[in-house]
Nanobody, 114 residues
Framework: QVQLVESGGGLVQAGGSLRLSCAAA????????VGWYRQAPGKQRELVAI???????NYANSVKGRFTVSRDNAKNTVYLQMTSLKPEDTAVYLC????????WGQGTQVSVSS
């Protein structure tokens, strides 16, 4: 498993913004698929956004137009810019990387108050 370290979570009011970061250890980041999942209490883990090595990104319908996933291959880092946050975005957000196998971060809490 590749070590992934997330940062940037916190508490924000509805309509606010947050940016999550995830730094990956080791080599091969540029050739990896990276992205973000989230898991709310009592719910299944769901895909939020994914960024393929060629730069194509896909998003969950619930976050399209509000969230942007990006990557800096020189820094081995993937970002999730979240805007217009809603209370239903409250969850633990987990960084994801795939190259030959899946790796997961420890998660960072995002809480959105109404």
């Amino acid at each position: 498993q590749v070590q992934l370290v997330e940062s940037g979570g916190g508490l924000v009011q509805a309509g606010g913004s947050l940016r999550l970061s995830c730094a990956a250890a080791g080599s091969g980041f540029g050739a990896s698929t990276v992205g973000w999942y989230r898991q709310a209490p009592g719910k299944q883990r769901e895909l939020v956004a994914i960024n393929y090595s060629g730069g194509v990104a896909n998003y969950a319908n619930s976050v399209k137009g509000r969230f942007t996933v990006s990557r800096d291959n020189a820094k081995n880092t993937v970002y999730l810019q979240m805007t217009s946050l809603k209370p239903e975005d409250t969850a633990v957000y987990l960084c994801y990387l795939h190259r030959y196998f899946d790796s997961w971060g420890q998660g960072t809490q995002v809480s959105v108050s109404s």
